[in-house]
C-alpha cells in the first residue's frame, strides 16, 4: 500500500493513515483487532522504526575527522543548552511558578523528578535540528551542528533515564 501510494504522487505517509481507518475498531477492549495490533507493534515502532526514521530524516554526513569539530564553540553550545540549559531551565521556571503561586506541584511529586524531566526534555532533537537549518548558513557548520545535537540528545537521554531510575526508586521494606 506504501508502494503504490508513493508512486501515485500521494503523500506516503497517508497510507498509514487509511491502514489504521480499515482496523476494526470492534468494542475497544483488549481482544479488539486494534488493541491487539497497537500492542503487538508498539515495542518494534518506540525502539526501532521511529529511531530509524529520526536518524533517516536529520541527514547527517559523517566525515573522517567528525569528533575534531565537537570542540567548536557551536558544538559546546549545543551541548551545553540540552545537557545543562534544559534541566535548568525548567527546573527555575517550575520553582518559579510554584514559588509565584502560578501553580502547585502535585502531591508526589519532587522538586528532584522535575529535573529529571528537564534532562529528558534534552532530547528534542528534532526542534535543534531544525532551529540549526535556520541559524547556519554555511553548510560545514550544520552537519557538526547535527552530531553535536544527536550526541547531546543520547547524553541527555541516558542522564535523564539514570536520574529518575535512582530518584524514582521505591525502598525496599522488610516485608519483601
Same mark, same amino acid.
Given at each position: 500500500?506504501?508502494? *503504490?501510494?508513493?508512486?501515485?504522487?500521494? &503523500?506516503?505517509?497517508?497510507?498509514?493513515?487509511?491502514?489504521? *481507518?480499515?482496523?476494526?475498531?470492534?468494542?475497544?477492549?483488549?481482544?479488539?483487532?486494534?488493541?491487539?495490533?497497537?500492542?503487538?507493534?508498539?515495542?518494534?515502532?518506540? @525502539?526501532?522504526?521511529?529511531?530509524?526514521?529520526?536518524?533517516?530524516?536529520?541527514?547527517?554526513?559523517? #566525515?573522517?575527522?567528525? !569528533?575534531?569539530?565537537? /570542540?567548536?564553540?557551536?558544538?559546546?553550545?549545543?551541548?551545553?543548552?540540552?545537557?545543562?540549559?534544559?534541566?535548568?531551565?525548567?527546573?527555575?521556571? $517550575? *520553582? =518559579?511558578?510554584?514559588?509565584? +503561586?502560578? /501553580?502547585?506541584?502535585?502531591?508526589?511529586?519532587?522538586?528532584? &523528578?522535575? *529535573?529529571?524531566?528537564?534532562?529528558?526534555? +534534552?532530547? +528534542?532533537?528534532?526542534? /535543534? =535540528? @531544525?532551529?540549526?537549518?535556520?541559524?547556519?548558513?554555511?553548510? /560545514?557548520?550544520?552537519?557538526?551542528?547535527?552530531?553535536?545535537?544527536?550526541?547531546?540528545?543520547?547524553?541527555?537521554?541516558?542522564?535523564? !533515564?539514570?536520574?529518575?531510575?535512582?530518584?524514582?526508586?521505591?525502598?525496599? $521494606?522488610? #516485608? #519483601?
Amino acid at each position: 500500500m506504501w508502494y *503504490f501510494m508513493l508512486n501515485s504522487g500521494i &503523500h506516503a505517509t497517508i497510507s498509514g493513515v487509511l491502514l489504521a *481507518f480499515a482496523v476494526p475498531f470492534g468494542n475497544g477492549d483488549e481482544h479488539s483487532p486494534s488493541y491487539v495490533l497497537q500492542h503487538w507493534i508498539h515495542k518494534p515502532v518506540a @525502539f526501532l522504526i521511529l529511531p530509524l526514521f529520526a536518524l533517516a530524516n536529520t541527514a547527517i554526513v559523517i #566525515e573522517p575527522g567528525w !569528533y575534531n569539530n565537537l /570542540s567548536s564553540a557551536a558544538s559546546l553550545g549545543i551541548i551545553s543548552g540540552l545537557i545543562i540549559g534544559k534541566p535548568l531551565g525548567i527546573w527555575i521556571s $517550575t *520553582f =518559579i511558578s510554584v514559588k509565584a +503561586g502560578l /501553580s502547585i506541584l502535585p502531591q508526589d511529586l519532587q522538586w528532584r &523528578h522535575i *529535573f529529571g524531566a528537564g534532562l529528558l526534555a +534534552g532530547i +528534542g532533537f528534532t526542534m /535543534s =535540528i @531544525f532551529i540549526t537549518l535556520l541559524a547556519f548558513d554555511d553548510h /560545514s557548520q550544520v552537519d557538526p551542528a547535527k552530531i553535536a545535537i544527536m550526541l547531546a540528545s543520547l547524553v541527555a537521554g541516558l542522564l535523564g !533515564y539514570l536520574w529518575l531510575k535512582n530518584t524514582l526508586r521505591t525502598p525496599i $521494606t522488610n #516485608e #519483601e
